[in-house]
């Protein structure tokens, strides 16, 4: 089974989240995509962020339980590093190949991640674009590391039988919305 892994705060899910979703499923090939609601991102601060089941239930909202499932797994994992979370995940689902799917704006700040390098050894990373990321996160230190094992986007069903390191970037239509947008637009958030 292919499974897309799509990891976040989920503060509120939206429309782009979905756009993620749908694209990874469709250029990946992909059975399911997992929408990995975070306990808690250790780079992001706790201020402003809603409880985990009001996020669960928003990304909930986005996904149709089938093959677009949100989950809190990594609370049920005890997990708050990606790069733990992928080892459980493997450990306990050996039979399945997972595809790590990222926006731009992660790839540009991947190397601030426990683990970064090795996350990128051992799973396979598709990067979708963001608004105003997308050409540095292509220049940024992540990209230039593993430049060698970019893979063409023409290539990138083949991508979850791949080994690793292997990663493609998707150049699909970027989605404008952000949950940040959306917290300042009903909560009246100061940029």
Request: glycine residues 8%; aromatic residues 6%; without cysteine.
């Amino acid at each position: 089974m292919r499974i897309g892994l799509l990891g976040g705060s989920f503060n509120p899910a939206h429309a782009g989240h979905r756009h993620i979703a749908d694209a990874a499923l469709r250029l990946l090939r992909l059975d399911q995509v997992w929408l990995m609601v975070s306990p808690g991102n250790p780079l992001k601060h706790a201020a402003g962020m809603a409880p985990l089941a009001k996020r669960l239930a928003s990304a909930r909202a986005i996904g149709d339980g089938r093959r677009i499932i949100a989950t809190d797994i990594e609370r049920a994992l005890g997990t708050r590093y990606t790069q733990d979370t992928l080892a459980v995940l493997r450990q306990r689902f050996p039979r399945a190949r997972f595809v790590w799917l990222m926006g731009a704006d992660n790839l540009e700040q991947f190397p601030r991640w426990r683990g970064w390098d090795g996350i990128a050894r051992t799973t396979q990373i598709a990067v979708l674009p963001r608004p105003t990321y997308t050409h540095r996160a292509l220049a940024g230190q992540a990209a230039r590391r593993w430049h060698s094992r970019r893979i063409p986007a023409r290539a990138a069903a083949l991508l979850a039988v791949l080994p690793s390191p292997s990663w493609v970037f998707l150049p699909v239509r970027q989605h404008g919305l952000s949950a940040t947008q959306i917290r300042r637009m009903t909560l009246g958030e100061d940029p």
